[in-house]
């Protein structure tokens, strides 16, 4: 006699696939986690390799920091080989500076930074027009021997000449934080300067904020851009590298 095969019921095929979502539900968040937690710990890798081609770099010329503006193009670049929106706090001109100590462009970008094709008037990441940001997020360079290389850090006190103290121009904050031709421990001394209450930026005056030498791009007006959910990397003075919580974002 033959006995046909038993099959699963339909209330046990929906009990299994119930499951299955819900092990997806509670997997797929943490599967998330841990990929930004790898893109931030590639980011953070970057940054110190950075940080040791900066050091090495003073070693070379007088203990002293570039003293062209890290978002400027070269002179030894041609203004084809340059492609930058504005200045601002770039650093593709350092790319350049400090090609001979690292060889590596890919160390020059962050794997959740700002994206945009050379030449391109439009980021892929984030989806906005180069007119939209009030600084360029995204850098093209190529020299002599060094390909294109694409970066989207920021430097800010490698690209600020001088102090500013306009106390009646709320556009001119008093400005500690500038590092072109000085050595890493003329820059730190200046950021430890202690701000006035109500200043411009003063919670920058802070252990975690003090020192900064590079830092991911990011802009945090909308249109908000942040690499990284809620934070930073920062490259500090003396090379090392941490995340910190911004405190403008949300």
Same mark, same amino acid.
């Not at 930004?36 to 940080?51: E, F, L, P, T, Y």
């Not at 360029?136 to 190529?142: D, N, Q, S, T, Y």
């Given at each position: 006699?033959?006995?046909?095969?038993?099959?699963?019921?339909?209330?046990?095929?929906? %009990?299994?696939?119930?499951?299955?979502?819900?092990?997806?539900?509670?997997?797929?968040?943490?599967?998330?986690?841990?990929?930004?937690?790898?893109?931030?710990?590639?980011?953070?890798?970057?940054?110190?390799?950075?940080?040791?081609?900066?050091?090495?770099?003073?070693?070379?010329?007088?203990?002293?920091?570039?003293?062209?503006?890290?978002?400027?193009?070269?002179?030894?670049?041609?203004?084809?080989?340059?492609?930058?929106?504005?200045?601002?706090?770039? %650093?593709?001109?350092?790319? /350049?500076?400090?090609?001979?100590?690292?060889?590596?462009?890919?160390? /020059?970008?962050?794997?959740?930074?700002?994206?945009?094709?050379?030449?391109?008037?439009?980021?892929?990441?984030?989806?906005?027009? %180069?007119?939209?940001?009030? /600084?360029?997020? %995204?850098?093209?360079?190529?020299?002599?021997?060094?390909?294109?290389?694409?970066?989207?850090?920021?430097?800010?006190?490698?690209?600020?000449?001088?102090?500013?103290?306009?106390?009646?121009?709320?556009?001119?904050?008093?400005?500690?934080?500038?590092?072109?031709?000085?050595?890493?421990?003329?820059?730190?001394?200046?950021?430890?300067?202690?701000?006035?209450?109500?200043?411009?930026?003063?919670?920058?005056?802070?252990?975690? /904020?003090?020192?900064?030498?590079?830092?991911?791009?990011?802009?945090?007006?909308?249109?908000?851009?942040?690499?990284?959910?809620?934070?930073?990397?920062?490259?500090?003075?003396?090379?090392?590298?941490?995340?910190?919580?911004?405190?403008?974002?949300?």
């Amino acid at each position: 006699m033959r006995t046909g095969a038993k099959g699963f019921t339909l209330i046990e095929l929906l %009990v299994v696939i119930a499951i299955i979502a819900i092990l997806a539900a509670i997997l797929f968040p943490v599967f998330a986690m841990a990929k930004q937690s790898a893109h931030r710990a590639k980011c953070v890798g970057n940054m110190k390799q950075i940080g040791t081609a900066l050091l090495l770099y003073t070693d070379d010329y007088n203990s002293k920091y570039p003293s062209r503006a890290a978002g400027l193009r070269p002179k030894e670049v041609s203004a084809s080989n340059f492609d930058m929106y504005s200045a601002g706090p770039g %650093v593709a001109g350092l790319t /350049w500076m400090l090609y001979k100590y690292t060889k590596n462009g890919a160390i /020059w970008m962050c794997p959740l930074g700002a994206t945009r094709p050379r030449g391109s008037g439009f980021y892929t990441n984030p989806r906005i027009t %180069v007119n939209e940001m009030p /600084w360029a997020l %995204v850098g093209w360079i190529r020299g002599s021997g060094m390909p294109f290389t694409c970066t989207d850090y920021l430097s800010f006190p490698l690209n600020r000449y001088a102090e500013v103290t306009d106390p009646n121009d709320s556009t001119k904050y008093p400005e500690p934080e500038f590092a072109q031709g000085r050595t890493p421990a003329e820059f730190f001394t200046k950021c430890g300067r202690v701000f006035s209450p109500g200043e411009v930026y003063a919670w920058y005056n802070t252990p975690a /904020w003090n020192g900064r030498i590079l830092q991911d791009a990011y802009y945090p007006i909308p249109p908000c851009f942040l690499c990284h959910k809620g934070g930073t990397n920062i490259l500090y003075y003396d090379g090392r590298v941490s995340w910190v919580r911004d405190p403008r974002a949300t």
